[in-house]
């Protein structure tokens, strides 16, 4: 009962890359940065297992920032010319790069990734990439003109990609949609379909996460634009309650969802984020078993996995630590109270 899992992110080690930034550089290139995120791999697994998660990740050390890693790989995109543009409706300016071609995969992206991390954990392995929605929303798109074509495309991509990681051994997929948090009409007419597309065939659990995004300015400042209660979710699990997703990951610790909204997250399992990224304050295990209580009241017990509101990419090593040991200390205290240590 109560395994407990991250979004997906840790901060990168200082020598692959800049601490704290993101689309922070790399500090290496070529078969060097290949072997030092392959390193660093060991390093983020090494981290979790000690810490006590029973579900983890390669931290994203393979990519330079959650969205960009796969379509750096992708032809149609031009990542020399990038386009600022506003995304997340505006919520940010972002250097991003252009669709000026039909998008085409030229060979397995994330295939040779997890097929490492798989050799090298033996604990359940949960692999991240972006949803075509999210995706969509952090390109400049100058060729399709049209966002739930081109969704659709990456989703066509997405699903090759996904059915490769199911072969290397991962146990869950998770499809990362902050998107989905913005624009609320669209997850409806065309965000699940895509979704969907992209999840399409696969036996392993499938996962969407959706967040108020990382802990940086831009969207500390529009939090506080959202009201006492932020009822986002009120209006996009209805629909995703009827998808064929089987995990919905969501933000709860210090944030203002009412937590009722989880109750309409029927027969998925929910991925009850207990940790915040957005401080530097480390949450006490009694703090995190107490957001488990809290969310219990609305799902079923064995649906929950303790989970941490979004990547922690942006935080110091340290920190990191500090939450995951707290995660899993939180979890703990939680299952010896529900009976099923
Ligand atoms: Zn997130």
């Not at 309409?264 to 530097?280: P, Y």
């Not at 939180?330 to 099923?340: F, L, P, S, V």
Request: hydrophobic share 40%; with cysteine; charged share 25%.
């Amino acid at each position: 009962m109560f395994p407990t899992t991250i979004v997906g992110s840790l901060p990168k080690p200082s020598w692959l890359a800049e601490p704290a930034p993101l689309w922070a550089p790399w500090r290496l290139s070529g078969e060097d940065l290949l072997r030092a995120q392959r390193d660093a791999a060991l390093v983020m697994l090494k981290l979790q297992e000690d810490a006590g998660l029973d579900i983890v990740t390669d931290g994203e050390v393979f990519r330079q920032h959650f969205v960009h890693g796969i379509l750096e790989h992708i032809d149609g995109l031009d990542f020399q010319n990038k386009k600022r543009i506003g995304i997340r409706a505006g919520r940010y300016q972002a250097d991003c790069p252009r669709v000026v071609a039909p998008i085409a995969r030229r060979k397995p992206i994330h295939a040779p990734e997890a097929a490492f991390t798989r050799a090298h954990t033996r604990s359940q392995l949960k692999f991240t990439m972006p949803g075509p929605m999210t995706i969509v929303d952090t390109l400049a798109d100058e060729y399709y003109q049209d966002r739930p074509k081109l969704a659709m495309e990456f989703a066509k991509i997405l699903n090759q990609e996904a059915r490769e990681l199911e072969a290397a051994g991962v146990d869950v997929i998770q499809f990362d949609e902050p998107a989905y948090n913005v624009y609320l009409d669209e997850v409806a007419t065309w965000g699940i379909e895509t979704l969907e597309r992209a999840a399409e065939g696969l036996e392993i659990k499938t996962a969407v996460h959706i967040c108020y995004g990382y802990g940086i300015k831009a969207n500390v400042d529009w939090k506080k634009t959202l009201g006492g209660e932020w009822r986002q979710y009120e209006r996009t699990f209805p629909v995703l309650a009827k998808s064929k997703i089987d995990q919905v990951s969501l933000e709860c610790a210090g944030s203002r969802v009412p937590l009722q909204v989880l109750s309409m997250l029927k027969n998925k399992d929910v991925l009850v984020g207990v940790i915040d990224v957005a401080t530097d304050r480390i949450e006490t295990p009694q703090e995190v078993a107490q957001t488990i209580r809290d969310a219990a009241e609305h799902v079923p017990p064995e649906r929950i996995i303790p989970c941490t509101n979004c990547g922690m990419v942006p935080l110091s090593r340290d920190v990191a630590v500090g939450k995951l040991e707290a995660l899993a200390g939180g979890a703990a205290i939680a299952r010896k109270e529900y009976g099923k240590g």
